[in-house]
């Protein structure tokens, strides 16, 4: 299971952390990832960490910006975001993968609820 916090509503420019929490301690074993979906759009990669948080992987719209990183021992994956846009408006989902370097969303096993993230200009 996975459980996710953190979303709200900010202005642009500023900065939002989205924790997601998992059970069991199969956690450690899975390749993380955050999506996100806009209204009226498609779901999209938004970032990823590998099992043991050594790698990472972003979107073009996210590098830069966005920080993602795990804690195995915390069983819990972040998602930092600064110098949020408007455009970075969506329901944030984190997700686990079984695949190693997943950045698409049917490869993923398992998701959390999802929160909202809305940017106001």
């Known amino acids: 299971q996975l459980v996710v916090s953190g979303g709200g509503l900010v202005q642009a420019g500023g900065s939002l952390r989205l924790s997601c929490a998992a059970s069991?301690?199969?956690?450690?074993?899975?390749?993380m990832g955050w999506f996100r979906q806009a209204p009226g759009k498609e779901r999209e990669f938004v970032a990823a960490v590998s099992v043991s948080g050594g790698r990472t992987y972003y979107a073009n719209s996210a590098r830069g910006r966005f920080t993602i990183s795990r804690d195995n021992a915390m069983l819990a994956v972040y998602l930092r975001m600064e110098s949020l846009k408007p455009e970075d408006t969506a329901v944030y989902y984190c997700a686990a993968s079984k695949y190693d370097r997943a950045i698409i969303g049917s490869l993923y096993d398992y998701w959390g609820q999802g929160t909202q993230v809305t940017v106001s200009s």
């Open positions: 069991g301690r199969a956690f450690s074993n899975y390749f």
